[in-house]
T-cell receptor, first 112, second 115 residues
């Protein structure tokens, strides 16, 4: 059974600081997804990582995937208030014929 | 119009009532999903369908049923609602063709409260 764990589950950051969110999963896969959810809103796709060593960046967010360690990281650089949201990672199996399994999410709050 | 439309957006009902949540999509995707979100538990899969003739149970299907009426429509039913089914429900679609990733497009969510 595929399990996905995120940590931390809650993160309060000061503006301008850097931090990393971790996503571990239990079964071999080379497909990992990051989503963002603003309070009271739906989920939006942020990054799709489809191979070992994949790295994607957008603005102050950078995601990477290490399939051997079954680990993805979401790195936040010089946080700003607009990044406050809940971030989810999700994994499906390499066949692509299984639904996504989500982590519990990391609620990020960026404070001045 | 939204690519994935859920109705109703909010619903308050009583224990024992039958409830249907509807989802329709204009993306032309074959794959559709129902997830449930509870605070601190993330998203958990209730049912999914990879085409019109395909229905599969997810992690937490007990107490729920689904109907895939057409490629564009996927409904979730609670035959006899109970308070612990109070949650935010999301419908999603995906199309793994193209570059092969199963990126989900989510609806806006249906907030259900069972008293």
């Amino acid at each position: 059974e595929l399990k996905v764990e995120q940590n931390p589950l809650f993160l309060s950051m000061q503006e301008g600081k850097n931090y990393t969110i971790y996503c571990n999963y239990s079964t071999t896969s080379d497909r990992l997804y990051w989503y963002r959810q603003d309070p009271g809103k739906s989920l939006e796709s942020l990054f799709v990582l489809l191979s070992n060593g994949a790295v994607k960046q957008e603005g102050r967010l950078m995601a990477s995937l290490d399939t051997k360690a079954r680990l993805s990281t979401l790195h936040i650089t010089a946080a700003v208030h607009d990044l406050s949201a809940t971030y989810f990672c999700a994994v499906d199996l390499s066949s692509g014929n299984t639904p996504l399994v989500f982590g519990k999410g990391t609620r990020l709050s960026v404070i001045a | 119009d939204a690519d994935v439309t859920q109705t109703p957006r909010n619903r308050i009902t009583k224990t024992g009532k039958r409830i249907m949540l509807e989802c329709s999509q204009t993306k032309g995707h074959d794959r559709m999903y129902w997830y449930r979100q509870d605070p601190g538990l993330g998203l958990r899969l209730i049912y999914y369908s990879f085409d019109v003739k395909d229905i599969n149970k997810g992690e937490i299907s007990d107490g729920y049923s689904v109907s895939r009426q057409a490629q564009a429509k996927f409904s979730l039913s609670l035959e006899s609602a109970i308070p612990n089914q109070t949650a935010l429900y999301f419908c999603a679609t995906s199309d793994p063709t193209g570059y092969g990733a199963n990126v989900l497009t989510f609806g806006a969510g249906s907030r259900l409260t069972v008293l």
